[in-house]
């Protein structure tokens, strides 16, 4: 139904989506029973508020923690239950690998394998980055495995990727990793019947035959273990399904990467905050939408850091009027999902959202915070639909029906 | 599984919902921040809200601005996304129309053409009623096609219905207005291979032409556009899904046309608020259900008219102990979707709801404004909920299993 509602016109002004990425937390008594958008000191997003609506974002449904890439999906108005991007590709996209249509990707860890074969270390002790680099060389002396070319790119720790490149292939494919030691590497075997699949599932166990003999004298990283195997998906992009110009300003590729994957342009910038909003600023006559990420939020949650997630939002605050007086005529400021500093990780707490424009009216509340953004009118829905509401704001949907 | 809810009893007491059509609205700089519930004096309502439950209704979905159509079907317990009208039947019903099960009706619009047949006005100038008056009667001297009898009625300006009555014809057929001006009318197609439909493409071709022979000396109204060309829908009645026997009580022919098209008996007035209520009192032994509507808030919100929104409510207010004294079991108010006057039309914001009966609980607000239904235990909930909470109020379903 939403895709038969039709713009009633080209928009007029810019439609901004700011994520803090784990913007959302908890209060804990680590924390003197506040949290990060609590505790920090925000001018500019206070006298905001004022004038704002809110509410929290469900990222897929309640009490599911979502990885980024769902989070994002929803973020851009695909349901990321209907559109799954596989691991591999994702991980692909994070390492900055140019995918092309038909690549199948693997995440990819080192592990440790006795001489039976079982896997007593699933990451190898966590080997450093360089000799990660060291290995990955090594497996890339495997260029090709008949017609299909084969790409591995090295991450942190124990973290790579291999991508298969041509050869008519098509995945999915189930996982090598048993994710649990004291059993052998799995076999890995085609998810569907087709001729393509099952074409990829024996590429990929040949190339798997030929990397162990490689890595055989190696100690700790004598083995490796693959997971979600597959290609990249067709998606409708979102100048096909929101018929709006949309651009990223990210700092970090996994974020690029799936943006560009939905059809969005990539725009650079000097991988800081008032960098970012400066380039917003700079571009604003070139795009309809801009999706603006922040790392830093997610980044302190993830390490437990109280203070740096607070210094981020202050950061944010503080350039914030670099964004705001270039008018966005409408804006959200919201997170993909919550990294509570106390959990150290993501979770299924629903992230608040802000937002603004000259329709949305106002809820009357101070502050943007988990709490106040509980009294919010907006309530606790779906992420998907944040695109649609952001739309209505900006004036550019007819009425459903007389 | 709805459905599957069995009645435990038949009816005791009377439920009533009271629509004060638009009533949601936003605060803006024009209105002090306050909102037009916020602003009336409704010491009636106040004391109402006292005992009451509140939360806010989402039409369709999240960001999609309702018509009154689709609005009124989910208060009525339809989903408005599976159960759609027809925006021909919707105006022909509007226009008091007593369409017959197989008609077909177009929603209809004079137009200026120029001497090679393209449009160049839309709407010619805005012809008077009047005009329009002497055009349909001019046209109606097409009295049938083939076997289909032609039914002209005029409405307000430039618009009119054409309802096409017999003939063993079916919708839906495509629109004849191309929605831009400088291009042609467009021959109307049926938008399905039935051979009914087929028939029904070339009965309203057929009528266009001989129809526009009749305008050609006209100016400015040489033309006409036609659009939401349908069938009326099979639609189970209110009575069949919920077993209430129900009236509608409204002023405006649209409404008490759907009401009338689920199955809802029609119930006179002397179309002032004041009269409705007592038409209620009148016939409250006759029917388990009553559909109060009220106009006037939305035509002030329409109309950008904030101290005209602020006097509807307060007239509500003044004779809401007429409605009160004769006690409904459950009483619902609420709109069907927001017509904010800043906005002077329609929009997606949640219409306020306040729920009353003796098992309702009271969330111990102390007004019934939009903001403390922001903090009311019903929450934000898809309209098409509505009659089941109304129901279970009344103590009408059993448990859901064991």
Request: proline share 6%; hydrophobic share 35%.
């Given at each position: 139904m939403y895709r038969s509602l039709r713009l009633r016109q080209r928009p007029k002004g810019k439609i901004v989506l700011l994520v803090l990425d784990g913007i959302g937390d908890i209060t804990s008594s680590h924390s003197k029973r506040l949290t990060p958008l609590e505790a920090a000191r925000t001018?500019?997003?206070?006298?905001?508020?004022?004038?704002?609506?809110?509410?929290?974002?469900?990222?897929?449904?309640?009490?599911?923690?979502?990885?980024?890439?769902?989070?994002?999906?929803?973020?851009?108005?695909?349901?990321?239950?209907?559109?799954?991007?596989?691991?591999?590709?994702?991980?692909?996209?994070?390492?900055?690998?140019?995918?092309?249509?038909?690549?199948?990707?693997?995440?990819?860890?080192?592990?440790?394998i006795d001489t039976k074969g079982i896997i007593t270390d699933r990451r190898a002790g966590r080997i450093t980055s360089e000799l990660n680099k060291i290995l990955c060389k090594k497996l890339q002396a495997i260029e090709k495995i008949q017609e299909t070319e084969i790409i591995i790119q090295p991450g942190t720790s124990h973290r790579f990727v291999v991508v298969f490149r041509g050869g008519n292939i098509e995945g999915p494919l189930s996982d090598s990793d048993p994710h649990i030691e004291g059993e052998p590497i799995r076999k890995i075997k085609p998810k569907s019947s087709s001729i393509k699949t099952n074409r990829a599932g024996s590429i990929v166990n040949q190339f798997?035959?030929?990397?162990?003999?490689?890595?055989?004298?190696?100690?700790?990283?004598?083995?490796?273990?693959?997971?979600?195997?597959?290609?990249?998906?067709?998606?409708?992009?979102?100048?096909?399904?929101?018929?709006?110009?949309?651009?990223?300003?990210?700092?970090?590729?996994?974020?690029?990467?799936?943006?560009?994957?939905?059809?969005?342009?990539?725009?650079?910038?000097?991988?800081?905050?008032?960098?970012?909003?400066?380039?917003?600023?700079?571009?604003?006559?070139?795009?309809?939408?801009?999706?603006?990420?922040?790392?830093?939020?997610?980044?302190?949650?993830?390490?437990?850091?109280?203070?740096?997630?607070?210094?981020?939002?202050?950061?944010?605050?503080?350039?914030?009027?670099?964004?705001?007086?270039?008018?966005?005529?409408?804006?959200?400021?919201?997170?993909?999902?919550?990294?509570?500093?106390?959990?150290?990780?993501?979770?299924?707490?629903?992230?608040?959202?802000?937002?603004?424009?000259?329709?949305?009216?106002?809820?009357?509340?101070s502050r943007f915070t988990e709490i106040n953004a509980n009294y919010g009118s907006l309530g606790i829905f779906q992420s998907k639909f944040l695109i649609r509401l952001m739309m209505a704001n900006a004036g550019l949907y007819d009425k459903f029906g007389a």
């Amino acid at each position: 139904m939403y895709r038969s509602l039709r713009l009633r016109q080209r928009p007029k002004g810019k439609i901004v989506l700011l994520v803090l990425d784990g913007i959302g937390d908890i209060t804990s008594s680590h924390s003197k029973r506040l949290t990060p958008l609590e505790a920090a000191r925000t001018p500019q997003l206070d006298q905001l508020a004022k004038t704002s609506v809110m509410g929290r974002l469900t990222p897929v449904l309640p009490g599911i923690t979502p990885g980024s890439g769902p989070a994002h999906l929803g973020l851009f108005g695909y349901d990321p239950l209907e559109t799954q991007v596989a691991r591999g590709v994702i991980e692909a996209l994070g390492l900055n690998i140019e995918l092309q249509p038909k690549d199948i990707a693997a995440r990819a860890n080192f592990c440790s394998i006795d001489t039976k074969g079982i896997i007593t270390d699933r990451r190898a002790g966590r080997i450093t980055s360089e000799l990660n680099k060291i290995l990955c060389k090594k497996l890339q002396a495997i260029e090709k495995i008949q017609e299909t070319e084969i790409i591995i790119q090295p991450g942190t720790s124990h973290r790579f990727v291999v991508v298969f490149r041509g050869g008519n292939i098509e995945g999915p494919l189930s996982d090598s990793d048993p994710h649990i030691e004291g059993e052998p590497i799995r076999k890995i075997k085609p998810k569907s019947s087709s001729i393509k699949t099952n074409r990829a599932g024996s590429i990929v166990n040949q190339f798997y035959q030929k990397a162990l003999l490689l890595l055989q004298e190696e100690r700790p990283a004598n083995g490796f273990l693959l997971r979600g195997i597959s290609h990249t998906p067709k998606i409708p992009t979102f100048q096909e399904r929101f018929e709006l110009e949309a651009a990223v300003i990210a700092t970090y590729p996994m974020y690029k990467g799936l943006a560009k994957l939905l059809g969005m342009k990539t725009l650079e910038n000097n991988h800081s905050i008032e960098g970012q909003f400066k380039q917003y600023v700079h571009s604003f006559d070139s795009f309809d939408y801009f999706f603006i990420h922040v790392k830093g939020t997610d980044i302190a949650g993830e390490d437990g850091n109280f203070e740096q997630k607070v210094s981020v939002i202050e950061e944010v605050d503080k350039f914030l009027p670099i964004l705001l007086n270039k008018t966005p005529q409408v804006l959200a400021i919201t997170g993909d999902h919550s990294t509570p500093v106390f959990l150290k990780a993501h979770s299924w707490h629903p992230p608040p959202v802000l937002l603004h424009s000259q329709n949305s009216g106002s809820d009357k509340l101070s502050r943007f915070t988990e709490i106040n953004a509980n009294y919010g009118s907006l309530g606790i829905f779906q992420s998907k639909f944040l695109i649609r509401l952001m739309m209505a704001n900006a004036g550019l949907y007819d009425k459903f029906g007389a």
